[in-house]
C-alpha cells in the first residue's frame, strides 16, 4: 500500500524545538520531491516547505525560513522537517505530501497529518 | 505572489444537484499549474484536479475543472453524499499557493 505516516507532533513552547517525521512506504521515496503543508485549527492550507528527490534544492515559505529545516534520508524512506524556535502561529496540523512523479508542485498523495501546538 | 480567491465561501445544495465552483488568480496563470482538492473533516486532502482539467487517478468523471487565464472552475455534475466537503484550489509551479476554500454542505 502507498502509504505516508506522520509523526512528532506535540505540545511545544515558544521558542522551543520539535522534530517532525514522515514514513514512506508503498513507493520508491527517493524518485520523489516531498512537501510539508500545514493546516492551523479551523483554517486553510499553507504550504510550509519543499525539498528535491536528491535532497539538494530546499525549498520554505517565507514564514519558516531561518527556523526551520527540511531533510531526508532515502536509505530509510523518511522526510523530516526541524522546528527550531516556533511560534504560536505555527500552531497547526502538519502534513507530508508527495510531488506527482513529473516533478510538478502537485501533491498527489498526503500523510494522515500531525498537530504540533505551540503554546506555553 | 499569486493569490487565489475562491467564491463562494459556502455552498448549499441538495444531492443530485450541480456544483460550481469558482478560483480567482490575481493574476493570470497558466493552466497547466492549478490544481484543486477535495478535503472532509479530519482528514488529508485529496487530489482531484491538476492541469486545470485532468482528473487524478481514481477520480470519478462527476468532477471536471476548467479555465484559463485568471478564472477557473470546478465543476460537480451531481454531488453523490461523499462529495459534501472542503474543496480547495492550488497554483503551483516553484512554490504554491492555494485558495481559502469553498465549503459545499448539505442544504
Known amino acids: 500500500e502507498v502509504k505516508l505516516l506522520e509523526s512528532g507532533g506535540d505540545l511545544v513552547q515558544p521558542g522551543g524545538s520539535l522534530r517532525l517525521s514522515c514514513a514512506a512506504s508503498?513507493?520508491?521515496?527517493?524518485?520523489?520531491?516531498m512537501s510539508w503543508v500545514r493546516q492551523a485549527p479551523g483554517k486553510g492550507l499553507e504550504w510550509v516547505s519543499a525539498l528535491s528527490a536528491s535532497g539538494v534544492a530546499t525549498y520554505y515559505t517565507d514564514s519558516v525560513k531561518g527556523r526551520f529545516t527540511i531533510s531526508r534520508d532515502n536509505s530509510k524512506n523518511t522526510l523530516s522537517l526541524q522546528m527550531n524556535s516556533p511560534r504560536a502561529e505555527d500552531t497547526a496540523v502538519y502534513y507530508c505530501a508527495r510531488h506527482m512523479a513529473s516533478g510538478k508542485w502537485v501533491f498527489d498523495l498526503w500523510g494522515q497529518g500531525t498537530l504540533v501546538t505551540v503554546s506555553s | 505572489e499569486i493569490v487565489l480567491t475562491q467564491s463562494p465561501g459556502t455552498l448549499s445544495l441538495s444531492p443530485g444537484e450541480g456544483a460550481s465552483l469558482s478560483c480567482r488568480a490575481s493574476?493570470?496563470?497558466?493552466?497547466?499549474?492549478l490544481a484543486w482538492f477535495q478535503q472532509k473533516p479530519g482528514q488529508a486532502p485529496r487530489l482531484l484536479i491538476y492541469g486545470a482539467s485532468t482528473r487524478a487517478t481514481g477520480i470519478p468523471d462527476r468532477f471536471s475543472g476548467g479555465g484559463s487565464g485568471t478564472d477557473f472552475t470546478l465543476t460537480i455534475s451531481r454531488l453523490e453524499p461523499e462529495d459534501f466537503a472542503v474543496y480547495y484550489c492550488q497554483h503551483y509551479r516553484s512554490s504554491a499557493t492555494f485558495g481559502q476554500g469553498t465549503k459545499v454542505e448539505i442544504k
Open positions: 508503498g513507493f520508491t521515496f527517493s524518485g520523489y520531491a
Open positions: 493574476q493570470s496563470i497558466s493552466s497547466t499549474f
